[in-house]
């Protein structure tokens, strides 16, 4: 049970920020991220709710952490930063 929350507390985070970096697009890189999740819980790799709520928390940190990294990008992209 160790494991599995310890990989719930940062997974769910490194995906959206990894998926983001070669999609450029951080509804995909969410929706991808949700879909592994997703497929995880019904293989039966998720042993309670409280792994779901902290994968659900751990998205949205790196929800945050893109949407940081998206504007800063943006801002090099036009040249105002």
């Known amino acids: 049970m160790g494991t599995k ?3 719930a507390m940062f ?3 490194l995906l ?3 998926f983001t970096r070669i999609t ?3 509804t995909i890189a969410m929706l991808l991220t949700i879909a592994l ?3 995880s819980s019904y293989k039966g790799y998720t ?3 409280y792994v779901i709520i902290v994968d659900a928390a751990s998205l949205t940190l790196g929800l945050w952490y893109v949407n ?3 504007k800063n990008y943006t801002k090099k ?3 105002i930063a």
């Open 5 to 7: 929350i310890l990989m």
């Open 11 to 13: 997974l769910p985070a």
């Open 16 to 18: 959206v920020v990894l």
């Open 24 to 26: 450029y697009s951080r």
């Open 37 to 39: 999740i997703a497929g």
């Open 47 to 49: 042993g309670s709710w």
């Open 68 to 70: 940081r990294y998206m």
């Open 77 to 79: 992209q036009r040249g």
